[in-house]
């Protein structure tokens, strides 16, 4: 290590422990205050880990690429970073929103999606956000000013996480730069990627649409369950359950007003089984749904039941109906 590497050596290692504390930070408001205000906290597929820039990957930077640094402490934004990994990319631009607007940082944009598709069209790992984050209060950083504590947060889906770690294990920092054989496979798995995300986020889009048949009905048994169950919440729906249920049963369209009307009529019957006593299907809202069906000796309950048949008759025993006469 010559004189000058040894000084900016000397220098990033001073401040090395005050940019480990800060990235620690970092990762706990994301944790601890950004994303418990996010609804779905499913969407975080990678939790953030900071890691804090190697003293060789520091100097490469600062001398031996096409830069040139005036105030390299201050100018090197990303000396400690962490990642925030979500599914898709639409969900990119809500997690960048509440960083940005945190109180407990002050925060700049220094990489988006958007420019880099235009910058480097072909480069699909860089398509993440990056927001670069330091301290608000000095007092809090008595032996390091604080704008030098910068830490690098970069926003990326799973699809481009994992493209990134394959590209820059064997082109952006590895040995194979120029191997075209390598860059045309890359390229292909990009183009793949790039449409699956796409696909991934029609695939939610179209789950969410609140006026999908599948939708409109499992709304309005959750609605009529809560007759029965005024604290039962929407979260606690499942899904998995329901849509199984609901697959196996609803070849024909079901007519809500039908299903509403047996509701009512038959409310002190379905008052008295509707109890956690009888089992987990009488907790949720998709046995309003079962419970017409059995009522309506509809020969589906039994031809298309999706689950096990001592389930089945467990149902028909609560509702206090005959499973063998029917």
């Known amino acids: 290590m010559n004189e000058i590497e040894d000084k900016l050596a000397n220098e990033f290692r001073e401040i090395g422990s005050d940019l480990q504390r800060w990235g620690r930070i970092v990762d706990g408001l994301l944790t601890q205050e950004l994303f418990k205000e996010i609804p779905n906290q499913d969407l975080i597929k990678i939790a953030p880990s900071f890691r804090l820039k190697s003293e060789k990957s520091y100097l490469y930077k600062v001398l031996y690429r096409n830069k040139i640094y005036a105030e390299p402490l201050l100018e090197v934004e990303d000396k400690v970073g962490t990642r925030v990994v979500v599914l898709k990319s639409d969900q990119i631009d809500l997690i960048g929103q509440r960083v940005l607007s945190y109180e407990g940082w002050i925060a700049k944009i220094t990489k988006e999606p958007l420019q880099?598709?235009?910058?480097?069209?072909?480069?699909f790992d860089y398509q993440s956000l990056h927001i670069v984050v330091y301290p608000v209060r000095q007092e809090e950083w008595s032996s390091?000013?604080?704008?030098?504590?910068?830490?690098?947060?970069q926003i990326r889906t799973l699809l481009q996480h994992a493209f990134a770690e394959v590209s820059h294990d064997s082109t952006y920092k590895g040995a194979y730069r120029n191997d075209s054989q390598l860059h045309r496979l890359l390229a292909k798995s990009m183009a793949l990627m790039e449409s699956t995300d796409d696909y991934f986020c029609q695939v939610y889009n179209l789950m969410a649409d609140e006026r999908r048949n599948y939708m409109v009905l499992t709304n309005e048994l959750i609605k009529l369950y809560k007759e029965f169950d005024p604290e039962f919440s929407k979260s606690s729906v499942d899904y998995d359950l329901t849509?199984?249920?609901y697959e196996s049963l609803g070849s024909e369209p079901i007519n809500v007003n039908e299903l509403e009307a047996f509701i009512h009529k038959e409310n002190k019957d379905l008052k008295r089984a509707i109890r956690p006593k009888n089992g987990l299907l009488f907790e949720q809202p998709i046995i309003l749904l079962i419970a017409y069906?059995?009522?309506?000796?509809d020969p589906a309950i039994k031809e298309k039941w999706p689950l096990t048949q001592d389930s089945l008759k467990n149902v028909y025993n609560s509702l206090n109906m005959s499973f063998d006469h029917y």
């Open 116 to 123: 880099q598709i235009e910058d480097q069209p072909k480069m």
């Open 293 to 297: 069906f059995v009522y309506n000796n």
């Open 144 to 153: 390091t000013k604080k704008e030098i504590l910068t830490c690098e947060i």
């Open 243 to 245: 849509f199984k249920v």
